[in-house]
């Protein structure tokens, strides 16, 4: 009956509810009113997620209800996840996703790619994840990636002869959300959390970072060393077989999909021309994809019917994102997030000439401001604080900033990235199973791969000024 009563989740709960009223007895003298209750919104917030104690947008609510009625923060910062350019992203990404399946066009695609990846387990997992990857150099957006190749790795799952609920089936949904996410964050312009970091480097500091010295940089350890290694645990950990006799039976589709496939092409062709030149033009990448999306809503014209977009758009999954930016958003704007990064600061060994220390500090502080402001916050937290800490540390601002990008690529839990729990839910797999790699990856990261980093960029003279 007890085991029945104290599952781990409820375990986790209970101790954040005690930890809760102790801060309410006895509050922090350097926390403000607002602030304290902003504390005590998220570590519940966070618990509940981590934890899938209620379903993620059951969370989502409660946070907004409880950040509303302790008037933490105005209306607009909590509800600004609803005003994010990425919410509006996943949205366009729902429709795209639909009209590529409903087209024939991700069986069609899976087909070209089946013959080349369906002839073991390995290369198939291993073929998509360089597929996904090598995306990240022509596609900027984690969720444009994933809206193009998730339908694609679904075709190929059945092709494979990989049921619902098989571990078949989630290791290619590993390696594609996998794929498509974290190897990217070492190219420049590929993910959210990097665009903000450049913009705010910019902005605060006036420092202008190359693409190429960014991808030597990163690309290496976190970018292919990386996927190598995610792709061995996916293998390891969802161990598979594909039915030969399933996959070698391609599909003969109706020609009429074929006008729908051309249509869809120029669409797919037209929105991917405005995001790599965004530079240019300076659309939002969310707007294009919006763009896109109500072309393919369209009576007659478009490609998804109003049958089809009722029953297939997940509306609970967008207010799941919601809650997760809006949570993001109040962390920022209440103060939080610069007190982490202070007492961080403070607490962590930070000492001119200790590269070593200071490399592993500054990763543990991007690491840890991530799991409370979530990704795109951290470089929002910590970029505006990188001179103080190249003081401390005597090396380069830039270098400080760079460390950025080693701490937030590197996701424990899955609702510190948006991109990740978007691609399990467009293939309407459990969330939570993503925790089957990230543990791992994250453990295999801190214990080896953050350890060669520093001896990569001691190689490229990073931490001389």
Known sequence: MLKFFFTPSRAALLLVLIASAFLLINPPGMLSGLQLYTLIILLITLTLWATSALP???????????????????PTEIFSGFASGALWLIFA????????????????????????????????????????????????????????????????????????GSKGRTGVVMAVTFGCHLPTFSILPSNI?????????????GLHFSYTD????????LGAIKAIIIALLIIKLLPAEPNRAAAINDLHQDPSLRAKQRKLSIVLLTALAFW??????????????????????????GMVDQTTFNKQINF??????????????????????????????????????????????LTAMSFFTGMFSTLP???????????????????????????????????????????????????????????RITVPLTLITWAILIPLDYLWWQALSMFTQ
């Open 56 to 74: 993620e947008f059951q969370t989502s609510l409660l946070f907004f209800l409880s950040a509303i009625l302790f008037e933490v923060a105005t």
């Open 93 to 164: 990404g729902m429709v795209i996703g639909m009209a590529i399946t409903n087209s024939g066009m991700s069986d069609r695609i899976a087909g070209y790619l089946g013959h080349h990846l369906e002839r073991s387990y390995p290369w198939l997992i291993g073929g998509l994840m360089l597929t996904c990857t090598l995306l990240g150099f022509v596609m900027p957006s984690s969720i444009g990636r994933l809206v193009m190749m998730i339908p694609i790795g679904m075709a190929l799952a059945d092709r494979c002869g990989f049921h619902t």
């Open 193 to 205: 959390p990097n665009m903000v970091m450049i913009g705010s480097a910019e902005t605060i500091y």
């Open 214 to 221: 960014y991808l030597l940089l990163h690309f290496p350890i």
């Open 276 to 301: 790599l030149t965004d530079s240019w033009h300076g659309i939002n990448p969310a707007w294009v994809g919006l763009a896109a999306a109500c072309f393919l809503l369209l009576p007659k014209v």
């Open 316 to 361: 609970s999954m967008l207010i799941f994102i919601a809650g997760v930016l809006g949570l993001g958003a109040l962390v920022n704007s209440s103060g939080l997030g610069k007190l982490l990064a202070m007492t961080m600061e403070h607490v962590l060994p930070l000492n001119p000439g200790a590269d070593a220390v200071n490399f592993i500090s």
């Open 377 to 435: 916050g951290v470089p929002a937290v910590l970029t505006p604080i990188a001179a103080d800490l190249a003081n401390q540390t005597g090396m380069t601002v830039q270098a400080v900033i760079m460390t950025q990008v080693v701490g937030f690529s590197t996701i424990l839990f899955p609702y510190q990235s948006g991109p990740l729990i978007v691609g399990m839910q467009l293939a309407r797999e459990p969330i939570m199973s993503l925790l």
